[in-house]
């Protein structure tokens, strides 16, 4: 995904590099939003699969892998609404990105993959 979004925003500059250096700059001060999409799929999962991972008792597991399902299903809500996933898959500057597909198709495994 982080790949895609970087050819995105190569794409975008390519597109627009011989603009005035005002739209250049107001390009690039918009860039951070589709860097931002990345950054909403935090670290919060992995650490909460670790703390299952790392669980004395399986009790103890379980509640922690029904923590880390409510994260997946946190960040399937935020990938089917964010406007700007459909924006990005929708982008005129060639670059194929299916984000919403393939992150809430992935999403969706993990989180059918977990213990309820």
């Not at 739209?23 to 860097?35: F, G, L, T």
């Not at 880390?68 to 089917?80: P, T």
């Amino acid at each position: 995904m982080d790949g895609k979004c970087k050819e995105l925003q190569q794409a975008i500059r390519a597109h627009y590099g011989n603009s005035h250096p005002d739209v250049i700059r107001e390009i690039d001060n918009n860039m951070h939003k589709i860097d931002a999409i990345v950054g909403r799929l935090d670290h919060k999962l992995a650490v909460s699969l670790q703390k299952a991972s790392a669980a004395p008792t399986d009790a103890a597991r379980v509640a922690e892998l029904r923590i880390a399902r409510g994260i997946l299903n946190e960040y399937i809500r935020y990938v089917n609404a964010e406007p700007l996933i459909g924006h990005i898959d929708r982008n005129p500057f060639g670059v194929k990105c299916n984000l919403r597909q393939v992150l809430a198709s992935s999403l969706t495994q993990m989180s059918q993959s977990l213990i309820a």
